[in-house]
């Protein structure tokens, strides 16, 4: 009998692999992270100082200088689909300071917004770390394949570590190409024993917080763009699922994600 952290690792790697975004007429181009890595939706999608380097880059690049290893994951929603669809998925590696990270943040409301992200960030001393992302707009629909995509902008992002339990992170981003840095976000995070507190803000406030349990759960709650968020994670080997529940776009959004994970360190 399956217990429940080897159900919810099945049940993500599954829906990551059959749940394809849909590609219509596409008007949409938000060239922002979203809900993106479902540990860090369900804790009101602050994850500008939310240390999870192998996931965290569409967040905030600087994540990638930070531990070692290679991380790759998917994420879809299961719920909610007929009002908006987000399917992320990616891809880093880390050594010795050095982070690269390819990624495809993909989803749809009434159109399709498509961004390729090739992010890169160098760890400062011990304590700090920079990065930058290039996300690349794909267009939809289109007569030929997109490897890349056109138009891109930037992200900038840093990373600060005063001690083992407290970060500060911040991220300027571009929305639009040949314009100045028009959307920020800035946070912190702070651990306290088993629990994990997160604040982040970017034009609205965020708040999150992660507990540890035993059997390697972690359970999550947050609050970001007008809703309250939960959710939990469960981790096998290199094998780690992770859902998060919000409401988005007037839909209930349940969604799920698989990482796997190869020497994995933080």
């Not at 996931?55 to 879809?76: D, E, K």
């Not at 009002?83 to 399709?112: C, E, H, M």
């Not at 570590?161 to 639009?176: D, I």
Request: glycine residues 16%; proline residues 5%; positive net charge.
């Amino acid at each position: 009998m399956l217990n429940l952290p080897r159900l919810l690792l099945c049940a993500a790697l599954s829906a990551c692999i059959t749940a394809p975004a849909s590609a219509e007429d596409a008007e949409i181009r938000l060239p922002l992270p979203g809900p993106v890595d479902a540990r860090a939706a369900a804790m009101g999608g602050a994850g500008a100082a939310l240390l999870d380097g192998g996931v965290g880059f569409f967040h905030n690049p600087a994540h990638l200088g930070f531990g070692q290893g290679a991380v790759f994951f998917g994420q879809t929603n299961l719920t909610g689909r007929s009002d908006i669809s987000f399917d992320p998925k990616g891809a880093s590696y880390r050594w010795r300071g050095w982070g690269l990270a390819w990624g495809n943040r993909i989803g749809q409301t009434d159109g399709v917004f498509d961004h390729t992200y090739l992010s890169a960030a160098r760890r400062i001393g011990r304590h700090a770390s920079a990065g930058v992302s290039g996300k690349f707009w794909r267009k939809h629909p289109s007569e030929r394949f997109q490897f890349l995509g056109h138009a891109p902008v930037l992200d900038v992002g840093a990373l600060l570590l005063p001690s083992e339990r407290w970060t500060v992170g911040g991220r300027l981003s571009q929305t639009e190409r040949g314009a100045g840095f028009e959307r920020y976000a800035v946070g912190s995070s702070l651990r306290l024993g088993r629990f994990l507190f997160l604040v982040e803000w970017d034009g609205g406030g965020r708040f999150g917080a992660e507990w540890n349990l035993p059997m390697r759960l972690q359970l999550r709650i947050g609050y970001g763009a007008g809703e309250p968020r939960v959710g939990l994670s469960t981790r096998t080997g290199p094998l780690e699922a992770r859902i998060a529940w919000m409401r988005l776009e007037g839909a209930h959004a349940l969604f799920i994600q698989g990482n796997f994970a190869l020497i994995e360190t933080p």
